[in-house]
């Protein structure tokens, strides 16, 4: 069965209003983040994150998403590791879950065929 994602956005509150407003983004598992904020210190953090990829944007979190660089990780959160940057995110961010986003993955198109792919000449059909 595949895990509900959840996005956790942090966003620097003192930032000016002539700055763009920079947004970190992890995404979460939503019921093992829930546990963990509510105060399951015992739930390991690889549990709760998807996985420690922090994203970043400029334009909002439903911009396009990139990947901070080390100097920008350090400037806002006073380290580059992943582990120390997302338990920040995590604890300082908010929350924001997402319909639809799931963990399993889904074939693009049934109808085209098979995607088998058959490199001996004759393709699938025999001829």
Do not use: C
């Not at 700055?19 to 709760?48: Q, R």
């Not at 920008?72 to 380290?79: K, P």
């Not at 879950?97 to 000449?121: C, H, L, M, W, Y």
């Amino acid at each position: 069965m595949p895990h509900e994602l959840t996005k956790v956005i942090y966003k620097r509150k003192d930032a000016p209003l002539s700055e763009k407003a920079e947004e970190y983004i992890v995404f979460v598992n939503h019921e093992e983040y829930k546990k963990w904020s509510e105060g399951g210190t015992t739930i390991p953090l690889a549990d709760v994150v998807d996985s420690f990829q922090v994203y970043h944007s400029t334009q909002g979190n439903q911009g396009i998403l990139g990947k901070p660089s080390k100097q920008q990780l350090e400037n806002e959160f006073g380290s580059s590791k992943d582990v120390d940057v997302v338990e920040i995110i995590l604890k300082k961010g908010k929350d924001q879950p997402g319909e639809g986003i799931t963990t399993q993955t889904f074939g693009t198109n049934a109808t085209r065929g098979s995607a088998v792919i058959d490199n001996k000449g004759k393709g699938l059909s025999g001829f």
